[in-house]
């Protein structure tokens, strides 16, 4: 039998028994305390009710460009563009990257490993050591050139647990690239939304002075037929002012939110100089499919993300487990080696070996307990982070559309006070104009006109507002891209 037949031979038979001893003085997992948290299950928390309440409208689950349904072209440029280039999205898609190198790393754990060595030393050799005459107590050259093999036995399933949990923490990274999307595209159409009631108050600004100018123009006729004195024309050209001072507050709040969406789309200020006035349309608000509870776990981003996290951290208990049993490798090399450079390349200078290793863990001061101590600790935070994710979303789902149905009811009792506001200030001017009512009257009807409308705008503003709030609390059809 050839050297090399009888080290295949023994290596083979003295694996198992060295894993065999390896196992039977392992490291105890006495005084470990288990992972004691248990994940929510979304149908038992009691939401049917209210989302049956305060349901707008059976829907559909939002779809991925769920920002077209407002029906402005410009806003969907708007959004392409943020979510094109905004540095916010780069940041996440980096921590994608870093994940996927992390799980390449782990899972290079499982596959053989092949490295070459070499050596070229000048050294002394010992006269009592183990290099015999006439090299002991002499100086020479020592060359050696192996290429060397090892490959972990996992048996316990470690390395393929860190792979696990390394993939559970990648998808994570994923569906928050993802939330990042739906949280930049949600605040782009919200900001959206604060131009277009900038723009209906710089209207409103607008028509309050036309109306202050005809008043004005009225009240120059009383003073001549003597109904009005200076004083009541001097009130009357005061007003002019405050009126244009209006109209400069509204023209600087669509300058800034103009800034403010450039800035939100990565790009300089004159991105918001080319902007065009908003035409959104919304024909139905939104409304709510009814598996809410058991689909919004698999639809919201920030959802999905933490039940990742809890995967990546059961794996990781998996992992710090195994770490408590023996680790079996099988080792392998194969090279020249040779004293003095003159026979180093020469048949007679090979060398090779192959064998089992095995690291066993029997006393390390508690360090692997406390390691597995620690995940199980992180499963726990993990579990309860996204317990309280899904109570927060499904809170979340509820006040929009508890704020959705209220509004509804302010927007009526809203229109009603323009109604009789209007009504109320038809009347003064007629008078004023018939000579009967004061510059003041209608000065009071104007301005009740004008706050009146300015809460309608508001209201109508909120409304499309909270309509995005509820197709983000949704989960804004993002997996579905």
């Known amino acids: 039998m050839t050297p090399l037949h009888f080290t295949r031979r023994a290596t083979l038979m003295a694996m198992p028994a060295a894993a065999a001893i390896a196992l039977a003085g392992c490291a105890s997992f006495d005084g470990t305390i288990p992972a004691q948290s248990t994940l929510h299950d979304a149908n038992r928390l009691a939401a049917s009710e209210a989302l049956d309440r305060?349901?707008?409208?059976?829907?559909?689950?939002?779809?991925?460009?769920?920002?077209?349904?407002?029906?402005?072209?410009?806003?969907?440029?708007?959004?392409?563009?943020?979510?094109?280039?905004?540095?916010?999205?780069?940041?996440?898609?980096?921590?994608?990257?870093?994940?996927?190198?992390?799980?390449?790393?782990?899972?290079?754990?499982?596959?053989?490993?092949?490295?070459?060595?070499?050596?070229?030393?000048?050294?002394?050799?010992?006269?009592?050591?183990?290099?015999?005459?006439p090299l002991a107590g002499s100086w020479n050259v020592f060359n050696e050139a192996t290429l060397n093999f090892s490959h972990e036995f996992d048996f316990w399933g470690r390395n393929q647990a860190a792979v696990d949990a390394a993939l559970g923490q990648l998808r994570a990274n994923e569906v928050e690239s993802q939330s990042a999307r739906l949280v930049l595209a949600s605040g782009v159409v919200q900001t959206y939304f604060r131009l277009a009631q900038a723009y209906r108050q710089l209207d409103l600004a607008m028509q309050v002075l036309k109306q202050r100018e005809e008043l004005l123009r009225l009240t120059r006729q009383r003073v001549e037929v003597g109904i009005d004195s200076d004083i009541d024309l001097k009130q009357a050209e005061s007003a002019i002012p405050s009126a244009r001072q209006q109209i400069a507050a509204g023209q600087e709040a669509i300058a800034l939110i103009r800034n403010q969406l450039a800035a939100m789309l990565g790009k300089g200020p004159d991105r918001g100089l080319a902007l065009e006035r908003p035409a959104l349309a919304l024909e139905r608000a939104a409304g709510v499919p009814s598996t809410v509870p058991a689909e919004l776990i698999g639809r919201r981003p920030d959802l999905v993300a933490q039940r990742w996290r809890v995967e990546a951290a059961s794996r990781n208990i998996a992992e710090a487990r195994a770490r408590f049993y023996p680790n079996v490798s099988l080792v392998a090399f194969a090279g020249l080696q040779s004293i003095g450079l003159g026979e180093f390349l020469h048949a007679g200078s090979r060398i090779a070996g192959a064998g089992p290793a095995v690291s066993l863990p029997v006393f390390d001061g508690g360090r692997l307990r406390g390691n597995l101590g620690a995940r199980h600790a992180e499963y726990d935070l993990a579990v309860e982070q996204y317990n309280q994710t899904l109570v927060d979303a499904l809170q979340d789902v509820v006040n929009q559309l508890t704020s959705m149905q209220w509004l509804e009811e302010q927007r009526g009792q809203q229109a009603e006070a323009v109604r009789v506001a209007e009504g109320a200030h038809v009347l003064a001017m007629q008078r004023f104009r018939a000579g009967l009512g004061t510059y003041l009257q209608v000065l009071i009807a104007e301005s009740q006109v004008h706050s009146q409308k300015k809460l309608l705008i508001d209201l109508d503003a909120r409304a499309m507002q909270l309509d995005a709030h509820l197709i983000r609390a949704l989960g804004g059809g993002a997996l579905d891209a």
Do not use: C, F, K, M
């Open 54 to 133: 305060h349901a707008v409208s059976p829907a559909n689950w939002p779809s991925a460009r769920w920002w077209q349904r407002y029906g402005d072209p410009q806003l969907d440029q708007l959004v392409t563009e943020a979510l094109a280039d905004h540095p916010s999205l780069a940041i996440a898609e980096a921590r994608v990257r870093q994940a996927a190198a992390q799980g390449g790393i782990a899972d290079a754990a499982r596959s053989p490993q092949i490295a070459a060595s070499a050596r070229n030393i000048r050294q002394r050799y010992s006269e009592h050591g183990t290099v015999p005459r």
